[in-house]
């Protein structure tokens, strides 16, 4: 197991900012890539963003390309997700994964937070 843990989901007016964090817990987070993905109620899990274990390389949906950014210190275990201009669109809850292969299917993460939930208010 991989114990995962993001934090910093809130209720934001639309055009403002959160940022999310997600703590790899007793694991060095450079062995993974790391994705975040949300879900909003009714909605399948869809795709935000996914980062290399070296961080080289990020990748995102068309629908936040642009506004959000994916990043991380692996000298703290920590990836970040920096959502700016956000939309009522984006509410959900956001979840950050762990695998060894990354990229937008679920099925590529064996590990998951609990989620953190987003609202963004019109």
């Known amino acids: 197991q991989v114990p995962l843990v993001e934090s910093g989901g809130g209720l934001v007016q639309a055009g403002g900012s959160l940022r999310l964090s997600c703590v790899v817990s007793?694991?060095?987070?450079?062995?993974?890539?790391m994705g975040w993905f949300r879900q909003a109620p009714g909605k399948e899990r869809e795709f935000v963003a996914d980062?290399?274990?070296?961080?080289?390389?990020?990748n995102y949906a068309d629908s936040v390309k642009g506004r959000f950014t994916i990043s991380r210190d692996n000298a703290k275990n920590t990836v970040y997700l920096q959502m700016n201009s956000l939309k009522p669109e984006d509410t959900a809850v956001y979840y950050c994964?762990?695998?060894?292969?990354?990229?937008?299917?679920?099925?590529?993460?064996?590990?998951w937070g609990q989620g953190t939930q987003v609202t963004v208010s019109s």
């Open positions: 994964a762990a695998g060894t292969l990354g990229g937008q299917d679920t099925r590529r993460y064996p590990y």
């Open positions: 007793g694991r060095t987070s450079s062995r993974y890539a």
């Open positions: 980062i290399t274990s070296s961080g080289g390389r990020t």
